[in-house]
């Protein structure tokens, strides 16, 4: 008997992830084009704010800006967006740190 892979999807409906603007308000004034979509992820990646893998198939946050000129474009997983939409707390903060801690960001 094998393991059914069940991939990560999205609790929230999509526009919940992209009205959030992840960036902090002091990039604002680099930001330029910016743009956030919920994906599937066609291959493995990691999210730009914990460092988690991000498997190919699970759902994530893509977001795509300029930044003086220079493209940017990274992925965050649902743990953290997720988070960030019900509103960052105290416990959030522990939960992202043991992801953190995991996957060797911090
Ligand atoms: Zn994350």
Redesign the pocket.
Known sequence: MGTVQINRQAKYKSEEYTDLEMPSDDMDDYLENYHSKLVKARKETK?H??G?TIKAGDQALSEKCFIDGKPYYIH??L??VEDVIKGWDDEAQTRWEQ?AKESGYI
Request: glycine share 0%.
């Open positions: 999210c704010y914990c988690t965050d997983c743990d953290c992801r």
